[in-house]
């Protein structure tokens, strides 16, 4: 088990609130980052699809011009948190990975399964066997989350040795 002295040395002072919010700033990235990568990708780089396929080109661009700028108002504004946290000497590099798996994996199981398959925005891509890449998709999204959680609850146990926790935190 890898422990960073100044990890451990940190979180004996850290308020519970701020350890959520390492979580919570970790997952608004990892939403941000993993569609920004979706973005850049698959609708401008492979131009596999659109956010929203079911009009013209044009409406398409401009839903990914939407997406784009709702990605990247996400990832500025979990880097704001991140540097309030690392202002305040309260970032915790280990929760905060966490939280980035937990957001990026959540987001691209979500994106998959209702916006590709319930609601029918679009397709990962169209004119070929679809299951290749929906279980791509899915599998990729399940081990970010897994990862995420093993993260998660490894920082907890961290975080809980040093004796943050909500009665003295």
Do not use: C
Request: glycine share 8%; no cysteine.
């Amino acid at each position: 088990m890898i422990r960073d002295k100044n990890y451990i040395h940190k979180t004996s002072a850290i308020p519970n609130s701020f350890i959520h919010r390492n979580l919570w700033s970790g997952m608004l990235f990892g939403l941000g980052l993993i569609a920004f990568v979706d973005e850049v990708v698959f609708h401008q780089l492979l131009h596999w699809h659109h956010f929203y396929d079911k009009a013209t080109t044009v409406i398409g661009l401009i839903s990914d011009g939407f997406f784009h700028a709702l990605s990247w108002f996400a990832t500025v504004g979990s880097l704001f948190m991140v540097a309030d946290l690392r202002r305040r000497k309260h970032w915790l590099p280990l929760r905060w990975t966490s939280g980035v798996l937990l957001g990026a994996g959540i987001f691209n199981l979500y994106d998959g399964t209702i916006q590709h398959k319930v609601m029918q925005l679009h397709q990962i891509r169209y004119n070929v066997d679809i299951l290749p890449y929906d279980m791509a998709w899915h599998i990729t999204s399940g081990i970010m989350i897994i990862i995420g959680i093993t993260l998660y609850i490894h920082s907890g146990r961290i975080i809980k040795s040093t004796g943050a926790n909500p009665e003295n935190a």
